[in-house]
Nanobody
Framework: QVRLVESGGGLVQAGGSLRLSCAAS????????MAWFRQAPGKEREFVSY??????YYADSVKGRFTISGDNAKNTVYLQMNSLKPEDTAVYYC????????????????WGQGTQVTVSS
């Protein structure tokens, strides 16, 4: 069983930055696909980014602004979010999949509790 705990959300003005952290209960991200998704009120859960075996992939909406990375020593994956926009407002979830992962949220078996990110205009 993999446990994931997110932190780092908050309220920020447009153009600002936040860094989200996802602490895993084991070395999940060294063997798993680790991803970030987000969900705004009334909307479906949306793919943001994943890291798998050192390779990274981003949704077009965040490419060039967000950066995903992992720290093996800390069992933690990060999402650095720069140039934030009001449309980035959502609950952000960390997810882990022992397989290929990908961009579809139903592929992922393990989820954190989510952290709120609010970007004011």
């Amino acid at each position: 069983q993999v446990r994931l705990v997110e932190s780092g959300g908050g309220l920020v003005q447009a153009g600002g930055s936040l860094r989200l952290s996802c602490a895993a209960s084991e070395r999940a991200f060294s063997n798993y696909c680790m991803a970030w998704f987000r969900q705004a009120p009334g909307k479906e859960r949306e793919f943001v980014s994943y890291i798998r075996g050192g390779s990274t992939y981003y949704a077009d909406s965040v490419k060039g602004r967000f950066t995903i990375s992992g720290d093996n020593a800390k069992n933690t994956v990060y999402l650095q979010m720069n140039s934030l926009k009001p449309e980035d407002t959502a609950v952000y979830y960390c997810a882990a999949d022992p397989g290929l992962g990908g961009t579809y949220y139903k592929t992922y078996n393990y989820w954190g509790q989510g952290t709120q990110v609010t970007v004011s205009s």
